[in-house]
């Protein structure tokens, strides 16, 4: 099992960052890749990034590609995902997801993903 807790969510003006944390615990010994998802109010979740065991793959949805970076550390168990110029339309729950053990690579399926967070709200106003 892997448990994840995300943080870093708020209420922002457009225009601004926000930088998002994932923690992972339990199996952390394990290797998988990892991603972000969102969903807005009334819409389905959808993807957002994703990035492979190594962190040398990563891709993007075309609305977030080169505003979002997503990253991580393994050696703290921590995934990230900075926001720079955020929009209105960036407003969502955001959740990081992990694939099962093994599942190194990169992926924009969520029925990839095993283990998800609870989510934090990111709010942009404008």
């Known amino acids: 099992q892997v448990q994840l807790v995300e943080s870093g969510g708020g209420l922002v003006q457009a225009g601004d960052s926000l930088r998002l944390s994932c923690a992972a615990s339990g199996r952390t010994s394990s290797r998988y890749g990892m991603g972000w998802f969102r969903q807005a109010p009334g819409k389905e979740r959808e993807f957002v990034t994703a990035?492979?065991?190594?962190?040398?793959?990563?891709v993007y949805v075309d609305s977030v590609k080169g505003r979002f970076t997503i990253s991580r550390d393994n050696a703290k168990n921590t995934l990230y995902l900075q926001m720079n110029s955020l929009k209105p339309e960036d407003t969502a729950v955001y959740y990081c997801a992990a694939q099962r053990t093994g599942s190194t690579g990169i992926s924009r399926n969520e029925y990839q993903y095993l283990y998800w967070g609870q989510g934090t709200q990111v709010t942009v106003s404008s």
């Open positions: 990035i492979s065991w190594i962190g040398d793959n990563t």
